[in-house]
């Protein structure tokens, strides 16, 4: 399974854009890219995915690489409630639908 | 839409005792749910993917007697922890797959934390 690499935490303020990096050298082609968060005690968040366009949703923008080996999860004006773990997981559009969960990137929001 | 329950959210037991969590999908229907766990402070780690209909495939190193796993319904999984010991104890997640946007996409329940005394 192809892994990723995020960094173990990142500290943001309220009201300002966050830029999530997150590394898959050894991605392939038919692999997308999910992004998902999880606050304490809660199960995971679903927040966007994308296979090798940009994508956009009411949560997030996702930017992806032209060479997709990295991706940029980007939260528009960071809240307090967007403090959380924040996981980059590729996954086969094929028939394993498996997610291979690593350590994520702890985001913290200061007021 | 996309919403997953479980119940209950938490659990007490005592040792030697089994556990039942239920895992629903509400408004869309799973053909496949998987049942993950989670100690303080660490990752997401896959135990079993249930399919609808057939038995659930187990990852490495669980134990299939011990987590047993129907799943019955297009809605519905449920993941019984059999003759608990306290290293049970443990965070357990369930979620539901749905196919959007070409892949499948897994949405996740608010976790049952079950704690074995």
């Known amino acids: 399974d192809a892994k990723t690499t995020q960094p173990n935490s990142m500290e943001s303020n309220e009201e300002e854009p966050v830029h999530l990096p997150c590394n898959h050298s050894?991605?392939?082609?038919?692999?997308?890219i999910h992004w998902y968060r999880q606050l304490p005690s809660q199960g995971p968040e679903y927040v966007i995915h994308g296979l090798t366009s940009n994508v956009n949703n009411r949560m997030a923008s996702l930017a992806i690489a032209e060479d997709r080996k990295s991706s940029t999860l980007i939260l528009h004006r960071a809240t307090l409630r967007d403090a959380a773990v924040y996981y980059c997981i590729l996954s086969d559009a094929g028939n394993n639908r498996k997610l291979i969960w690593g350590l994520g990137t702890s985001l913290a929001v200061n007021p | 839409g996309a919403v997953v329950s479980q119940h209950p959210s938490r659990v007490i037991c005592k040792s030697g005792t089994s556990v039942k969590i239920e895992c629903r999908s509400l408004?869309?229907?799973?053909?496949?749910m998987f049942w993950y766990r989670q100690f303080p402070k660490q990752s997401l780690m896959l135990m079993a993917t249930?399919?609808?209909?057939?038995?659930?495939?187990?990852e490495q190193g669980v134990e299939k007697d011990k987590f047993l796993i129907n799943h019955a319904s297009l809605t519905l999984s449920t993941l019984t922890v059999t003759s608990a010991h306290p290293e049970d104890s443990s965070f357990y997640i369930c979620?539901?797959?749905?196919?959007?946007?070409?892949?499948?996409?897994?949405?996740f329940g608010p976790g049952t934390r079950l704690t074995v005394l």
């Open positions: 050894t991605i392939s082609g038919t692999d997308y």
């Open positions: 979620s539901a797959s749905s196919r959007q946007g070409g892949t499948d996409t897994q949405y």
């Open positions: 408004d869309f229907q799973a053909t496949t």
């Open positions: 249930s399919n609808e209909g057939s038995k659930a495939t187990y």
